[in-house]
């Protein structure tokens, strides 16, 4: 598992930071000659490591990077979207 912590600047003073954890799961038997698992993920845990989100699917590990990349560039500046 790689960590990789992030502070935005708008935290409070003193908060702990959340930080992104990128890891592959594990492989999974599911028939005799079926696997499933072994894609790469990211989450985003809290202080206490509990975590807030977690997104996965990505068949390599450059690819994890880049979203959690991507992230942590531009969500902080992210408006909600009103509800549909």
Known sequence: MIVERRKHPREA???????FEVYRAD???TTSTRFTGGDWHWRLCDAAGRALVDAGGYRDEQR??????ML??????AVRAPAR
């Open 72 to 77: 942590g560039a531009h969500a902080a500046g």
């Open 13 to 19: 003073p003193g908060a702990e930071p959340c930080r």
């Open 27 to 29: 492989e999974v038997r």
């Open 64 to 69: 994890c990077r880049d979203a959690v990349a």
